[in-house]
């Protein structure tokens, strides 16, 4: 056993020797080894932080949404429909919402608008957005003006900014009194954006929308349970291209670390011929190599996921932010919560690590079993 | 020590290139001398020293080491009695770039995980004995030919091998430092050890140290032909005694 590992102790200082003797190629390799698993592990982590918070989100959302359509077109709420609905059996708790979207010319970009019934800000004050807040240069106490779409001009004072952690939704949001909100919008009085209503037993979401439906032909019910699934399929759809995209890095790596592997250098070669000319055993020969291998992989591998950690949840991904947020007008920059999933480090240590070791073991273990007098013809 | 018994070994059997390097050959090395292999370009020295040393297997033919069949063996055990058995001194020397003097003369002992501070004094001991004490952390490349050979026979000395292979051990060299050499072959012998060696060195092959010098030609033993020196001596004799027999005989002087 002692003999085991003092042997183990030479082979791991030759190794170590072998590395630092090499230092332009295996420096290299492990730049590219790491830059690999950096970009993979940061679509990873990001996607599915981005895919957790979104899920968070929309837990604490109402669970049925119900619009009108008018020609196809979603429409204000009339007068009654509320009360309509509240009769319903199954529905627990309705509300009306007001909503809308504003175009400030200033940022040429758009704003939510929403109209609290609740909590609302006293009138003539409003809540703000992070992304809003960044754009327009406000903090809170200062006074933001809006030219609405009549013509008037309307100036609130900013009562605060809302708390980044929830950015990706309400980076663009503007939360202002129902009574400012008609005002500003000329909205009809009693009309609704859309109504809210959670209902009683989850497990009669379904039939209640159907009911709803029956009720009042004119509307559509949302489901949170399928705006849920749609985010999750946009978020496997984005995932997917990236993947895709990277997949194609991954095979580029691939035949790179199987060409440096598998050209082992004639150095190399020789080396391998001297080693078991001299009373090395091929199993120490692969052995050796496989440490220097393990070494520059498993390296590689920490120091690729520890900085795409850092990228993702320290710089909110800005590498991906382009690719990956598309959808929202002002990029919201927002700090995820650090979510790490054992399967997802698994698969990428599988789809890296592994291969590598394959790819060099594979021309070490031929150049390793060849006879040993070829090295008296150097 | 070392038998061969009727070796024969091709290189690219039973494809077109097919080449047999050795044919047929008989020899029986014997301890504690230095044995030189001698002849042409291409005779097949290198050839029959892999497979002294254990390196390659014949393709026909039996290799006995202190009477062990050792052809048969597959690589694992040759590597053991490579390891225990040989030493090499290569003719490029086949140092290890980049590492130093002393480690390379350790590295053959690696496998046999000894004490690290036992195998160091041992190479320090190796190297000094050879006049290299002072260059022992210099990188291999950055020594002179003669330093790097010593280098080279410290290393093939460091498991205390009983046989010490060279392959064109002064092909390298200048006159200064193959006589240099010989004196380290004489210490060699000293010790006890077995060496073979190939050259086509006059100032090896002719000296004093080398006890048998084996020649080659074309993968068979020149001194095959002196298989037939009985015969001629016989011959010779015969016609001797025909030619006295011939001579007018000579009258005896009478006894007195
Ligand atoms: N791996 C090989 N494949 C094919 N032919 C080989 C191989 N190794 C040696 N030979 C051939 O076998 C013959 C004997 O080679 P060997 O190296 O034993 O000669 P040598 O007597 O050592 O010559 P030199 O004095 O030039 O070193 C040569 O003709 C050589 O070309
Ligand atoms: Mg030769």
């Not at chain 1, 949404?65 to 429409?75: E, N, P, S, Y």
């Not at chain 1, 209503?197 to 439906?213: F, H, I, W």
């Not at chain 2, 055990?77 to 001194?89: E, K, M, N, W």
């Amino acid at each position: 056993m002692k003999l085991w590992i003092a042997k183990q102790r030479y082979l791991a200082d030759f190794t170590l020797a072998s590395l630092a003797r090499r230092k332009t190629k295996n420096l290299g390799l492990l730049l590219v080894f790491s830059l690999l698993v950096f970009v993979l592990a940061s679509v990873m982590l990001f996607t599915s932080a981005l895919r957790h918070e979104a899920t968070q989100v929309l837990a604490s959302s109402p669970e049925v949404i119900l619009q009108r359509m008018v020609a196809g077109r979603h429409d204000l709420i009339p007068p009654g429909y509320i009360e309509r609905i509240g009769r319903i059996r199954g529905v627990q708790k309705t509300a009306g919402r007001l909503w809308g979207y504003y175009y400030d010319p200033v940022v040429k970009a758009n704003y939510t608008f929403l109209g609290l019934t609740e909590d609302a800000p006293a009138s003539g004050r409003i809540k703000v957005g992070n992304g809003l807040a960044r754009y327009r240069g406000v903090q809170a106490g200062n006074v933001l003006s809006f030219r609405s779409y009549s013509g008037k001009l309307f100036s609130f004072t900013v009562d605060a900014v809302l708390p980044a952690d929830s950015e990706l939704i309400s980076a663009d949001l503007v939360l202002l009194a129902e009574a400012d909100f008609r005002a500003f919008f000329d909205y009809p009085a009693a009309h609704w954006t859309d109504i809210t209503l959670s209902v009683a037993n989850p497990q009669e979401v379904r039939t209640v929308a159907q009911k709803l439906a029956n009720a009042l032909p004119d509307s559509r019910p949302i489901l949170r349970d399928e705006v849920l699934r749609t985010y999750q399929s946009i978020f496997d759809w984005r995932e997917g291209i990236v993947l895709a995209l990277l997949s194609a890095a991954i095979l580029a790596f691939a035949i790179l670390a199987w060409d440096k592997a598998s050209g082992l250098s004639a150095e190399e070669k020789r080396e391998i011929g001297i080693l078991k000319a001299i009373g090395w055993e091929t199993g120490d020969v692969i052995r050796m190599k496989l440490w220097e291998g393990l070494l520059i992989s498993l390296t590689a591998f920490l120091a690729g996921y520890i900085a795409a950690y850092v990228h993702v949840f320290h710089f909110s991904a800005a590498l991906f932010e382009p690719v990956l947020k598309g959808w929202a007008v002002l990029y919201p920059r927002f700090t995820l919560a650090p979510v790490i999933d054992g399967l997802q480090i698994a698969t990428l240590f599988f789809f890296t690590v592994l291969p590598y070791a394959v790819a060099v073991l594979v021309p070490i273990w031929r150049a390793s079993v060849t006879d040993p007098d070829a090295v008296m013809r150097a | 020590m070392i038998e061969l018994t009727d070796i024969h070994k091709a290189f690219n059997e039973g494809q077109p290139n097919e080449y047999w390097a050795l044919r047929g050959i008989d020899l029986n090395i014997a301890a504690g001398q230095v044995t030189a292999l001698s002849g042409p370009s291409g005779s097949g020295k290198t050839t029959l020293l892999t497979l002294l040393g254990c390196l390659s297997r014949p393709t026909r033919g039996r290799v006995r080491l202190k009477a062990q069949d050792v052809s048969g063996l597959p690589e694992r055990f040759l590597t053991d009695i490579r390891r225990q058995t040989f030493g090499f001194v290569f003719q490029q020397f086949n140092l290890i770039r980049g590492l130093s003097a002393l480690d390379n003369v350790m590295l053959p002992a690696y496998p046999l995980g000894l004490p690290h501070r036992e195998l160091r004094d041992k190479a320090e001991a190796q190297l000094a004995a050879l006049d290299l004490g002072h260059r022992r952390d210099a990188r291999v490349e950055w020594l002179s030919g003669g330093e790097q050979q010593r280098v080279a026979i410290a290393r093939a000395l460091i498991n205390s091998p009983e046989v010490v292979i060279a392959d064109e051990p002064t092909a390298n060299l200048d006159t200064a430092l193959s006589k240099q050499f010989m004196t380290i072959l004489e210490r060699l012998l000293d010790e006890g050890r077995t060496v073979l060696l190939t050259s086509h060195d006059p100032l090896v092959v002719e000296s004093a140290v080398v006890a048998t010098v084996v020649r080659l030609r074309d993968g068979k033993l020149v001194e095959a032909q002196m298989l037939f020196q009985p015969a001629i001596i016989a011959l010779l004799l015969a016609s001797l005694l025909s030619a006295w027999r011939c001579l007018p005989p000579q009258p005896l002087s009478p006894r007195n």
